[in-house]
């Protein structure tokens, strides 16, 4: 019975890492990266970063981003970064002259061979409005200009269509999470029964025996 157990839970594992890696993880990849094309040429801009917060770790990470891969970024208390503030207020940012700032933006210009002038960043926030999520950065507003209002406001309107997907991934985060939980207490029940029922047929050998030795 309980390797049973065992086969189904393997079988609902590896369909859920299954779905995870072929579907949903492409589905959301692709539409990432569409927004992380589609905002800078809208806000006339070089880059666009994506960022996705962990309120467990306390990690905010890459999700997507110009020219960097997922996970190239990992933004923890130790930096001073514009995206670690808009994340932990919740508002949002308009940075200029970063040429001469310290900060994470430095340690990834040293990292890419990109030089960060301005920032707009802006949170990315949860579908019932609650708490932050996540947030979108746009670096450098082409021919030496400063991100403004307009800029903000636009930017906001396309995030708005962002929440869904974010949300989708925080989500999924989380359930795999859970699921790994169960998946764990699952078999240790599993062990802790097959221990319980060994017990209890060593148990019943050892007093039969009693019985037919001193009978």
């Known amino acids: 019975m309980f390797n049973k157990i065992k086969t189904q839970i393997d079988c609902i594992k590896a369909e859920r890492s299954y779905i995870d890696a072929e579907w949903d993880a492409e589905k959301d990849k692709a539409l990432l990266s569409f927004y992380v094309k589609i905002m800078p040429k809208l806000l006339d801009a070089e880059r666009c970063s994506i960022f996705i917060y962990d309120p467990e ?7 997507a981003g110009t020219q960097i891969k997922e996970r190239d970024i990992e933004v923890t208390g130790e930096y001073d970064s514009v995206v670690g503030n808009v994340i932990e207020t919740g508002k949002h940012k308009i940075v200029d002259k970063l040429n001469g700032q310290t900060g994470i933006h430095k340690e990834m210009d040293e990292k890419t061979g990109f030089k960060t002038r301005n920032i707009l960043c802006i949170p990315i926030m949860s579908l019932d409005g609650k708490k932050v999520v996540g947030a979108v950065q746009i670096l450098n507003k082409k ?13 906001e309107e396309i995030t708005h269509y962002l929440e869904l997907t974010i949300e989708s991934i925080f989500l999924s985060q989380k359930t795999a999470g859970i699921l ?26 050892i007093y039969w025996l009693v019985i037919y030795f001193m009978g």
Do not use: C, H, P, Y
């Not at 770790?57 to 999700?63: G, T």
């Not at 169960?182 to 209890?200: N, P």
């Open 180 to 205: 790994d939980t169960v998946f764990a207490l699952m078999g240790k029940i599993a062990l802790i029964a097959i221990a319980t029922v060994f017990s209890i047929a060593t148990a019943l050998s």
């Open 57 to 63: 770790s306390k990690v905010i990470w890459l999700k």
């Open 143 to 155: 021919d030496g200009k400063s991100f403004n209002e307009d800029d903000r406001i636009q930017l």
